[in-house]
């Protein structure tokens, strides 16, 4: 067998300038990202505080010469099958859908967090029950349990709220269970335990603050989840009453529209639904890559 050169044993070399150059452009990529995202996030927020009080008009008034208007100077998102500003109707659709994600979302995490951390904490058969009962309910579709619950009540904000937090906080008590089961092993909380701290103390000054990070990346990707979950029930009927704007109700009510060939009932009510889900996961990924720094550094080669 031929003897290998010592040009052809040694790999390529790359060299170090293409290394940072593509980290500069990973890098700048990254950053374009997070600044869109956060200017969609913060033109959302804007939308929904300041147009429907500086446009003083009546987002159910009802003009029927002005049925199906496809978008124009005068009306922007066009006008729906009973001559209502689409505009104005998305704006305040998503300001409930928005209430209704950020309400569930909190809701959510406070319970993930309270029952995650308490079968971490206290350990043997109470995070076996715990954790077992958790198994369970996430065996059970979210949208089909959320159907079941709703069911009991008359259509309205607040069902949809207690639908979605009490389906949605499943994965954060995995996460702060994790979380916790791993700060128990490390050395500050050993030294905490050999220095007579209680048990309490130890949860308030060691273990919370650790676990907080995790939990409030959990509850921001959990406002779009929630945002959806709604749209699915209002646009099931289950929702929120039909006459009050949501993006699910919006969606549902253009079904004809889209069939007779109105696009625009349907496009701008799924629009208002995708960018904010997209700007909210750009942002809480920056924040992922934050506060773990292993996979930021992976990012960054």
């Known amino acids: 067998m031929a003897e ?14 293409v290394w940072r150059s ?24 804007l939308a929904v505080l300041v147009v429907p009080p500086l446009a003083n008009l ?8 002005m049925k199906l208007r496809p978008p124009s100077p005068a009306h922007p998102f066009g006008t729906d099958d009973v001559g209502r500003d689409l505009l104005l109707r998305c704006v305040y659709g998503l300001r409930v859908s928005l209430l209704v994600g950020l309400v569930a979302a909190l809701v959510a995490t406070f319970i993930g967090t309270a029952v995650g951390a308490a079968a971490a904490a206290f350990g043997g058969w109470t995070d076996r029950v715990v954790m077992r009962l958790v198994d369970t309910f996430s065996s059970i579709p979210h949208l089909l349990l ?15 709220i207690v639908s979605v937090a009490l389906t949605h906080w499943l ?31 130890i949860a308030v000054r060691h273990l919370l603050p650790g676990v907080l990070p995790q939990a409030g990346l959990a509850a921001v990707l959990m406002v779009p989840h ?33 069939l007779a060939g109105d696009w ?12 904010p889900t997209l700007a909210i996961a750009g942002l809480a990924g920056s924040w992922r890559e934050r506060i773990n720094p292993r ?7």
């Open 171 to 201: 994965s954060t008590a995995r996460i702060v269970r994790s979380e916790v089961l791993s700060l128990r092993s490390r050395p500050y909380i050993d030294a905490a335990v050999s220095g007579g701290a209680s048990r309490w103390r």
């Open 295 to 301: 996979r930021r550094s992976e990012l960054m080669l």
């Open 58 to 65: 009546d987002q159910q008034a009802v003009d029927l010469s």
């Open 226 to 258: 929630a945002m959806w979950h709604e749209s699915a029930l209002s646009f099931l009927g289950l929702g929120l009453p039909t006459h009050q704007a949501s993006l699910g109700n919006l969606v549902q009510s253009a079904r004809s529209s889209l």
């Open 146 to 160: 959320g159907i079941f619950i709703v069911a009991m009540f008359r259509p309205g904000v607040w069902p949809v």
């Open 4 to 17: 290998l050169t010592p040009e052809l044993a040694r790999e390529p070399a790359v060299e170090p300038a």
């Open 22 to 45: 593509h980290g500069r452009t990973r890098r700048s990529t990254r950053t374009l990202r997070v600044r869109t995202s956060a200017v969609i996030v913060t033109a959302v927020v």
């Open 264 to 275: 625009w009932p349907t496009l701008f009510p799924g629009l208002l639904l995708i960018i």
